[in-house]
């Protein structure tokens, strides 16, 4: 029963921004490892960037400096703030959850796609 519920994505012109949120339940949240992982379409999936239950944030070169992966206990959510989107951003975006012995939880993803 529980899930990870994506919003935020869609189509932005390059040098654009898009906010992606993920939500779930549960006061166990707090406790989990997520990250947010992309796949382009005839690409493997590929961690963008990830935050610990501590805090502790670590990016892909190819977004350091423009994404920015934040939390939000409270509110169960996680977000991932794009900023200065390009065309190579273009992928479906995926929320996950590290559960440790429950094991991973994906979202279904939510396409981005930065064109022109």
């Known amino acids: 029963q529980v899930q990870l519920v994506e919003s935020g994505g869609g189509l932005v012109q390059p040098g654009g921004s898009l906010r992606l949120s993920c939500a779930t339940s549960?006061?166990?949240?707090?406790?989990?490892?997520m990250g947010w992982y992309r796949q382009a379409v005839g690409k493997q999936r590929e961690l963008v960037a990830s935050?610990?239950?501590?805090?502790?944030?670590k990016y892909a070169d190819s977004v350091q400096g423009r994404f920015t992966i934040s939390r939000d206990n409270a509110k169960n959510t996680m977000y991932l703030q794009m900023n200065s989107l390009k065309p190579e951003d273009t992928a479906v975006y995926f929320c996950?959850?590290?559960?440790?012995?429950?094991?991973?939880?994906w979202g279904q993803g939510t396409q981005v796609t930065v064109s022109s």
């Open positions: 935050i610990s239950s501590g805090g502790t944030t």
């Open positions: 996950n959850a590290d559960r440790g012995w429950l094991g991973y939880l």
């Open positions: 549960g006061s166990i949240f707090s406790r989990y490892g």
